[in-house]
């Protein structure tokens, strides 16, 4: 028998055991030859550190899954006086259909222009302080100021402006219940009056089309303005009163859904949130050697962006199909409704996670909960496991598990 066979038949020996399931046998527990495991090629050595389970998966990896990572770190950045933005949508990210995601920095006094989408705004700030501005379809103005863990929500054509305010601008996070929306094709104020013939631009305003005259004939998309005044006198300047919906939500002050020795989850949805009718969304802080737990969203599609910290997801789907994933801050996954995962904290600090889905609420199934919510017996026979195991799982949703 050649030594290749030997070889063969050595792996499929150490195949279909726990924690190496498949035959035939993946991962390098199954290579008995070293050049199984040499990559004398070529190679860039920063990118390839920053995947080490795509460079050795575990042996419970199986097949391949479409790429469910993509960053904001190698994204493009659009830089004007004033502000940058650089965005992650379908276009670089093919299986991110139903969210796209901007990642936006304003100076102080910066200005993202005045200016309206076709799809639906979520944005989460990250850093700083931000005033926004919008009209509701009944004429009622908002004007507002955010901070660090709040959000804000727009509806489909709802007109809005966003500026950084002191002493140092701010920075967040939007995302765009379309995976094909691109924050670098909106509908712009400064490009619609360009584009209409100044004796109906008289008609509309009744004023002189004379007054016209010095109107940017190319848009500013972001510009740097002038910081502007105390909110009061920008509320009373926009003639705000009460009665328009709540377009914020202090999310990270917000009561916890759940905080366990884990981590923490703070939800927003149409039920605490009522304007955000398609995006709900949970802020999750998983703490050191943490782990969040397997589990599967059965509404949505999840997006999500890790603001600090590093971790690893491993997706399931049929098949089988198993890919394991590592993620660091600015880095965004993407997994596709119903499919199972988890996320674990592989660093030394808390792993701060935002994950976004196109739907009026936040669902989840835990496997943990399904495990101890159905006949024990059912469980024993299904799973091959000892009845006093089955009897010591947690049987609440337990969300996080501590290191």
Not at 11 to 16: D, F, I, V
Not at 369 to 382: D, S, Y
Request: with cysteine.
């Amino acid at each position: 028998m050649s030594a290749a066979s030997l070889v063969g038949l050595a792996g499929a020996a150490h195949a279909a055991t726990f924690g190496n399931p498949d035959r035939p046998p993946e991962g390098a527990v199954n290579a008995r030859n070293a050049s199984s495991l040499s990559d004398p090629g070529p190679k860039n050595p920063a990118l390839a550190s920053q995947f080490p389970d795509f460079q050795n998966p575990p042996a419970t990896d199986i097949n391949g899954m479409a790429l469910f990572w993509a960053s904001f770190n190698n994204a493009h950045k659009r830089i004007q006086n004033g502000g940058w933005a650089r965005e992650v949508t379908q276009d670089d990210f093919a299986i991110s259909e139903d969210i796209s995601g901007v990642n936006m920095r304003l100076s102080a006094g910066g200005v993202r222009e005045m200016h309206w989408h076709q799809q639906a705004e979520w944005a989460l700030m990250i850093t700083g302080n931000c005033r926004i501005t919008t009209l509701d379809e009944q004429g009622r103005p908002t004007v507002e100021d955010v901070q660090a863990g709040d959000l804000w929500y727009f509806p489909p054509g709802l007109p809005h402006s966003l500026q950084g305010l002191g002493p140092d601008g701010a920075e967040f996070i939007l995302a765009f219940d379309n995976g094909r929306s691109s924050e670098f094709n909106t509908l712009l104020v400064t490009d619609w009056l360009a584009h209409t013939p100044p004796e109906v631009l008289e008609k509309n305003f009744g004023v002189p089309a004379d007054s016209f005259k010095n109107i940017p004939l190319d848009n500013l998309w972001i510009f740097q303005g002038d910081i502007p005044p105390a909110l009061s006198a920008d509320q009373q300047a926009a003639r705000v009163v009460p009665g328009a919906e709540k377009v914020i939500f202090r999310l990270s002050r917000s009561k916890p859904v759940r905080s366990t020795k884990g981590g923490t989850v703070h939800v927003a949805d149409s039920s605490n949130f009522p304007i955000s009718k398609t995006v709900a969304a949970a802020l999750e802080t998983i703490h050191p050697g943490g782990l969040r737990e397997m589990h599967w969203h059965p509404n949505a599609d999840e997006w999500a962006m890790v603001l600090k910290g590093q971790g690893r997801v491993t997706v399931f789907n049929t098949g089988p199909k198993a890919t394991t994933a590592d993620f660091k801050a600015g880095d965004v996954w993407y997994i596709k409704k119903s499919l199972g995962h988890y996320v674990e904290n592989t660093g030394n600090e808390d792993m701060q996670v935002i994950t976004v889905f196109k739907s009026d609420r936040f669902a989840e199934i835990s496997l943990n909960q399904w495990l101890t919510h159905i006949p024990p017996e059912m469980v024993r026979q299904t799973l091959n496991l000892d009845p006093s195991v089955i009897a010591k799982f947690r049987t609440d949703q337990p969300e996080f598990m501590p290191a």
